[in-house]
């Protein structure tokens, strides 16, 4: 019995080990550098997919008081353009990152333009779909949907187009603490 459950602890620790996080993926930024997620692993992170043409564009400055009130306490806020929902996000990545600290005052980190759906979707955002299944499937049905991953890198929390970011406040403080906790 002993030898057994000291097998299912090893097994549980390889497992473990080997389990895909956040911190094992790498995507462009908007001008054309790697960025490691590692650099981010104990951090809470909110991704999201964005358009410069949408009617939910103004979420950007929701999303800049966001950075802006908890970056200092953990919190990383990554911008994924993207121009799959009725083509609005058609401009360069340059254009892009511009159009957004022009027009909301962005500071937080803009990625190079990607697919979040289909056979061309980046590896980050099918790891967060994976992770965030819901009623409605996997795909992501619109821009600004939003991605809260927990300290663990693991963890993931999904939030309709719809939802504010002022709306998630609650559970950025509750990750944030947990990620406290932990240190």
Same mark, same amino acid.
């Given at each position: 019995l002993?030898?057994?459950l000291?097998?299912?602890?090893i097994?549980?620790?390889?497992?473990?080990?080997?389990?895909t996080?956040?911190?094992?993926y790498?995507a462009?930024? +908007?001008?054309?550098?790697?960025?490691?997620?590692?650099?981010?692993?104990?951090?809470?992170l909110?991704?999201?997919?964005?358009?410069?043409?949408?009617?939910?564009?103004?979420?950007?400055?929701?999303?800049?008081d966001l950075?802006?009130?908890y970056? %200092?306490?953990g !919190?990383v806020?990554?911008g994924?353009?993207?121009?799959?929902?009725? +083509?609005?996000?058609?401009? +360069?990545?340059?254009?892009? +990152?511009n159009?957004?600290?022009?027009?909301?005052?962005v500071?937080?980190?803009?990625?190079?333009?990607?697919?979040?759906?289909?056979?061309?979707?980046a590896?980050?955002y099918?790891?967060?779909k994976d992770?965030?299944?819901?009623?409605?499937?996997?795909?992501?049905k619109?821009?600004?949907?939003?991605?809260?991953?927990?300290?663990?890198?693991?963890?993931?929390?999904?939030y309709?187009?719809?939802v504010?970011?002022?709306r998630?406040?609650? %559970?950025?403080?509750?990750?944030l !603490?947990v990620?406290?906790d932990?240190?």
């Amino acid at each position: 019995l002993n030898i057994f459950l000291l097998y299912c602890f090893i097994s549980l620790i390889l497992i473990l080990d080997i389990m895909t996080t956040i911190y094992d993926y790498k995507a462009l930024t +908007s001008n054309g550098e790697v960025l490691d997620f590692n650099q981010f692993r104990g951090k809470v992170l909110l991704i999201v997919n964005t358009a410069s043409k949408c009617g939910f564009t103004p979420q950007f400055s929701g999303l800049e008081d966001l950075n802006q009130r908890y970056k %200092d306490k953990g !919190l990383v806020v990554i911008g994924f353009p993207c121009n799959q929902f009725a +083509s609005q996000d058609p401009g +360069s990545d340059e254009e892009i +990152s511009n159009f957004c600290k022009v027009n909301y005052g962005v500071t937080f980190q803009m990625m190079k333009k990607i697919d979040v759906n289909g056979k061309n979707a980046a590896p980050i955002y099918q790891f967060l779909k994976d992770r965030s299944k819901n009623i409605l499937g996997e795909d992501i049905k619109w821009n600004f949907t939003k991605f809260l991953v927990a300290s663990d890198g693991v963890t993931v929390k999904r939030y309709a187009p719809t939802v504010k970011p002022n709306r998630m406040r609650k %559970d950025i403080e509750e990750m944030l !603490l947990v990620e406290a906790d932990c240190l």
